[in-house]
C-alpha cells in the first residue's frame, strides 16, 4: 500500500468497515445457521444461499426501520434478538386484522429498537475456534447400516 496515497486514518477506517463486513458473514452462518448448507447440487445450493440473503435483508430492514423510528443507530441493535422477536411476533401477525397488524408491527419495531447492543469501539476478536471438534467420526453411511452393525457388534 502507498503511504502517499492512503492516510493511517484512512486504512484504519477501512479496517474498521472490513470488521462489519466480516461480523455480518458471521451472522449469516451463525445465527442463522448457514454454516452448513444443506442441499446438494450447485443450482439448488444458490437458491439456498439466495432465501438466507433474503431473509437477512429483511431482518436488517427491520432494524434499520426500527431504528430510524426510535432514534437508535440500527447497526447496534442485535440481529439475533430482532431474528427472535420476529418469530414470537409472526403468529400474532397472521391472525390480526389489517389495523391491528399494524399496531403490532409498530410494537415488534419497538421490542427491536430497545435491545440495543452496547458500543464497543475498536473492538477485535482473536481468529479462534470457540469450540473442539467432537472425538466421534464423521456418519459416512445411512443411519439404518450403522445401527445394523451396532447390533451385529
Known amino acids: 500500500m502507498d503511504i502517499a496515497t492512503y492516510s493511517t486514518l ?6 474498521s ?10 451472522h449469516l452462518k451463525t445465527s442463522l445457521g448457514m454454516d452448513i448448507l444443506r442441499c446438494k447440487t450447485p443450482s439448488i445450493i444458490r437458491k439456498e ?11 436488517r430492514s427491520l432494524m434499520w426501520s426500527a431504528g430510524t423510528i426510535y432514534s437508535t443507530p440500527p447497526n447496534r441493535l442485535s440481529l439475533q434478538g430482532t ?9 400474532k401477525l397472521l391472525a ?24 464497543r469501539p475498536a ?4 481468529r479462534v475456534r ?10 459416512t453411511k445411512p443411519r439404518h447400516e450403522l445401527r445394523k452393525q451396532l447390533q451385529t457388534a
Open 130 to 139: 470457540k469450540r473442539r471438534p467432537k472425538a466421534y467420526p464423521l456418519m
Open 83 to 91: 431474528r427472535h422477536h420476529l418469530i414470537n411476533f409472526i403468529p
Open 96 to 119: 390480526a386484522s389489517d389495523q391491528k397488524r399494524l399496531r403490532l408491527y409498530h410494537t415488534l419495531l419497538k421490542v427491536i429498537a430497545h435491545k440495543a447492543v452496547p458500543d
Open 10 to 15: 484512512e486504512i484504519v477506517g477501512i479496517y
Open 49 to 59: 444461499i439466495y432465501v438466507f440473503l433474503v431473509a437477512y435483508n429483511l431482518l
Open 17 to 26: 468497515k472490513r470488521w462489519d463486513v466480516e461480523l455480518d458473514l458471521s
Open 123 to 126: 473492538r477485535n476478536e482473536p
